[in-house]
């Protein structure tokens, strides 16, 4: 299978979880489990074996930002990239949706959030974090007045 064919089932895969996350009210369990572990899951064997296939014929590094850029010049390695952007990014997406739940956080709250990780990642996880702390502060407010 190429890489540009392994890309066309990926993205879909990884924009099911995103749906079954921002429709989780409707189905909390099901959507977790899918978003949270079956996905990811397929992801991250998907990304071990693109490692595992190609790595070792990938020239490049990690050491200095050139030899990165020039790593990513390998279409499997940057598909491998790719994956591990969807793989992690849906992970914490479904971690947020899960916290948010236990936490009390309205899902029309955290559904900006959710978009953010999906689009940009840490600016998502980001946005999550400074949601739940100020929510816990306005908890704690509402509790002392």
Same mark, same amino acid.
């Given at each position: 299978?190429?890489?540009?064919t392994?890309?066309?089932?990926?993205?879909?895969?990884?924009?099911?979880?995103?749906?079954?996350?921002?429709?989780?009210?409707?189905?909390?369990?099901p959507?977790?489990?899918?978003?949270?572990?079956?996905?990811?899951?397929?992801?991250?064997?998907?990304?071990?074996?693109?490692?595992?296939?190609?790595?070792?014929?990938?020239?490049?590094?990690?050491?200095?930002?050139?030899?990165?850029? *020039? &790593?990513?010049?390998?279409?499997?390695?940057? /598909?491998? $990239?790719?994956?591990?952007? #969807? %793989? @992690?990014?849906?992970?914490?997406?479904?971690?947020?949706?899960?916290?948010?739940?236990?936490?009390?956080?309205?899902?029309?709250? *955290? &559904?900006?959030?959710?978009?953010?990780?999906? /689009?940009? $990642?840490?600016?998502?996880? #980001? %946005? @999550?974090?400074?949601?739940r702390?100020?929510?816990?502060?306005?908890?704690?407010?509402?509790?002392?007045?």
């Amino acid at each position: 299978m190429t890489p540009d064919t392994l890309f066309q089932i990926a993205n879909p895969l990884a924009m099911a979880g995103w749906v079954a996350l921002a429709l989780s009210p409707l189905a909390p369990r099901p959507a977790l489990m899918l978003a949270g572990g079956v996905i990811p899951l397929m992801l991250s064997v998907a990304y071990a074996g693109l490692v595992l296939a190609f790595w070792s014929g990938a020239e490049g590094g990690f050491d200095t930002l050139a030899n990165v850029q *020039l &790593l990513f010049t390998d279409p499997a390695i940057a /598909l491998a $990239g790719w994956v591990h952007y #969807l %793989a @992690f990014d849906l992970f914490v997406g479904a971690w947020a949706t899960r916290v948010a739940r236990d936490e009390g956080i309205p899902h029309l709250f *955290l &559904l900006p959030c959710l978009a953010l990780t999906f /689009l940009f $990642g840490p600016a998502g996880f #980001l %946005a @999550f974090s400074a949601l739940r702390f100020t929510q816990s502060r306005l908890r704690a407010a509402h509790l002392k007045g």
